[in-house]
């Protein structure tokens, strides 16, 4: 409740967790969320990969390093993160959509128009219809880019 609120106790109560042994995972990462805002990308990094080492598969801490890593530019390991994020917890609507900012990046547009897909199906319609432009632009790139590769050589 006091994350919620950004009231500043909150990383305090999250330490003590930590020390009491008492959710650790979901403490290190709700930190690294905290130290990211504050914009301590290194102490975020740190957060977000101890709360892996306590659990590989915690699906927000990897989805989180894959926000930290698309800050930073290095879009090959924020996809490797948002692909485990969505392998763990395929129900996580959020890291679909960043999966497919990723990989567009990364010039899978075909991956990226399924990725996108994906998330259209787990939110809702209002959400859903947000992603309508970006995917008809993917699309429309993609038979662009097939076009190309069929034309006159």
Excluded: W
């Excluded at 999966?99 to 319609?125: C, G, M, P, R, T």
């Amino acid at each position: 409740m006091f994350d919620e609120r950004g009231d500043c106790k909150a990383a305090e109560l999250y330490l003590k967790a930590i020390e009491e042994g008492d959710c650790v995972a979901d403490a290190y990462c709700n930190l690294g969320i905290i130290e990211s805002q504050k914009r301590n990308t290194t102490r975020a990094f740190d957060c977000f990969t101890t709360s892996l080492k306590h659990n590989p598969r915690h699906s927000e801490a990897h989805y989180n390093l894959g926000n930290l890593y698309f800050d930073v530019n290095d879009f090959c390991l924020a996809q490797i993160h948002y692909e485990i994020a969505a392998e763990v917890d395929p129900a996580f609507a959020n890291v679909y959509f960043n999966l497919a900012l990723v990989q567009a990046i990364n010039h899978d547009l075909a991956a990226a128009i399924s990725a996108l897909s994906k998330y259209q199906e787990l939110v809702s319609e209002d959400e859903a219809r947000n992603a309508d432009e970006l995917l008809h632009n993917l699309k429309k790139s993609l038979a662009a880019a097939k076009d190309s590769r069929c034309g006159p050589g």
